[in-house]
């Protein structure tokens, strides 16, 4: 593999003209660039951008700048654009010059810019590692995230890790830069978050602020069809208060009327009947509606109410033949979401990662999201890898695969699929 022995890094003052760049230490320099997103799987896509994500266009870096971030990072890889092999291994000019337009578009909005190899990296571990352990010098962490909560994550988990890990990073001053592929987070397209929530827990770290939010598990409220009981969201408040619960358009809702305040066996609140009955026929799956959480101080909370039953999937065995290709099938969430997989054999023996039964009843024997099993965009269709497959194969007996949904404190909330392979 071609590799470069250096990374490019490029740190410019932020400045809308390009050529006149403002003297500042590095102390000063890192702490204006705080908080910092990534431009994740575009200029760093093998074996070109938009192989992974579409090209880049200039109006994120304003979007992203206008949502409170003050540097973003680059990854770039060379890997596929030599024009020349050994002695020279030249770069096509185009991609440098494709480069250079790039980090120019962000800079012209006001945003620091780092710009780093990444896919090409392994040959400056060696280099860069011993800086790390000296705490003198400023530090900037280019890659952090989870997947996308609410979808492979649980929302609330996913906010209390984004609020851990960015309060530690600014607590011994390195600059946290948010790691975002563009299909979870901030929508290229759109120009929208995905989860608003996670970039206000990040604003309002950054903004010095102390942050609330619900306890894992609470992230969403989960209504069973049939079942009248509502549960309630039980919050860690961290020393601020509950100010108001509101519509996405701005209504508060009244307290004793459409929410009620709880204080056990935890704090929090839960929504009454009537309100849940505005939002729809009782009949109704899937997202009804849902409500913005505003606490005395940090983020705003955005808090979604789904009503789910059963999921659905095709009865019997599904017996494939070949590992060429991933395999898909049609199912009904009824309101559900799916979180994760289980694969077991015949005699309860775990298919693959026989180390999970060490993690406990939540994890032990499940598989990997998006490397072993996935969703279609429409979540129409629950995808089997090839990988499994070939997996499946090579274990020689039929597996069964455990569809588990959120929420998952409901034991009766999976659906079931045998597969062979032939």
Partial sequence: MRSLLTSLVALASGHAALAAFTSLTAKETFARMTPGWNLGNTLDALPTEGSWMAPVQNVTFSQVYADGFRS???????????????????????????????????????????????????????????????????????????????????????????????????????????????????????????????????????????????????????????????????????????????????????????YTVVNSPLPGFVLTPSYINSLGATSKLGELGRVIVKLSAGADLEIDIRRYTRPTVPSGTINVSGTSGDYLFNHTPNGAKLATVKALGPNGEYLKDDWTQWLGPLQAGRINWNGDYSLSDDQTQLI??????????????????????????????????????T
């Fill in 72 to 258: 973003v990072r680059i990854p770039i890889t060379f890997n596929d654009h030599f024009i020349s092999d050994a002695p020279n291994y030249t770069v096509d000019p185009a991609w440098l010059s494709r480069i250079n337009y790039v980090v120019d578009a962000a800079l012209s909005t006001g945003l620091f810019v780092v710009v780093n190899v990444d896919a090409d990296k392994a040959l400056v571990e060696s280099e860069i590692k011993p800086v790390r352990g000296n705490f003198s010098v400023p530090i900037l962490m280019g890659e952090y995230s989870t997947s996308a909560p609410g979808i492979a994550i649980e929302k609330a988990s996913a906010w209390a890790w984004f609020d851990t890990v960015t309060r530690t990073a600014l607590k011994y001053e390195i600059v946290p830069q948010w790691w975002d592929n563009g299909g979870e987070y901030f929508d290229r397209v759109t120009g929208k978050w995905r989860d608003i929530t996670t970039r206000n827990i990040v604003m309002a770290i950054a903004a010095g602020k102390i942050n609330s939010y619900p306890y894992s598990g609470n992230g969403t409220v989960w209504l069973k069809s049939g079942v009248s009981t509502i549960q309630p969201i039980y919050m860690q408040y961290n020393g601020n208060q509950l100010k108001g619960i509101y519509t996405p358009s701005g209504t508060q809702l009244s307290s004793g009327k459409d």
């Fill in 384 to 421: 089997i890898r090839a990988s499994l497959l070939s997996a499946i194969k090579s274990f020689g007996k039929p597996v069964t695969l455990t569809w588990e949904f959120w929420p998952r404190t409901d034991a009766s909330n999976t659906a079931t699929t045998v597969v062979t392979v």
